[in-house]
């Protein structure tokens, strides 16, 4: 658990897939072609007091939806990369931009075409209902499934291990 929290006190830059991790994976379709998707509130707000503290949010994931840039940046995340299947040249080019190496970065994943980025990250991260080999190469794992807390579990450990938790949270007391 030392090795653990040691990786989560290095990250600079936490990048969530969207599909499975900030949803619950489901995909609805209207009779007109419009996808709509579900996103956990609690996972927002974990979001919004992780990037309080400094740490930088980014998405990259496969399909692209206009309700994923909607509502990211209304928790203002400005790194957005949607229609990505192969997600690293998208990673490649965050972690140049903002000047950081591997080991500052921490990748939330839930299913086999986010692997690739998971192997090169400081901390790699499956949500409690990912696909088996997710689940084996993750250095942790969160409680609860995608869509439903597992962001904010990933915020919450995440500022635990920098010290900034309870500083955080004392804003609701």
Known sequence: MHNLHHRASNIRLVIFDVDGVLTDGSLYLGDDGQEYKAFYSRDGLGMT???STGVR???IT???SQVVK?????LGISEIYQGYQDKLPAYDELKKRLALSDAEIAYVGDDLVDLPIMRRVGLAIAVNDAHPNVLELAHWRTRSPGG???AREVCE??????GNLDRVLAQFA
């Open 62 to 64: 496969g399909r692209s």
């Open 57 to 59: 949010l980014a998405v």
């Open 70 to 74: 909607m509502r990211m940046e209304s």
């Open 148 to 150: 439903r807390g597992a």
């Open 157 to 162: 450990f995440i500022l635990s291990a920098q």
């Open 49 to 51: 007091l992780l990037q």
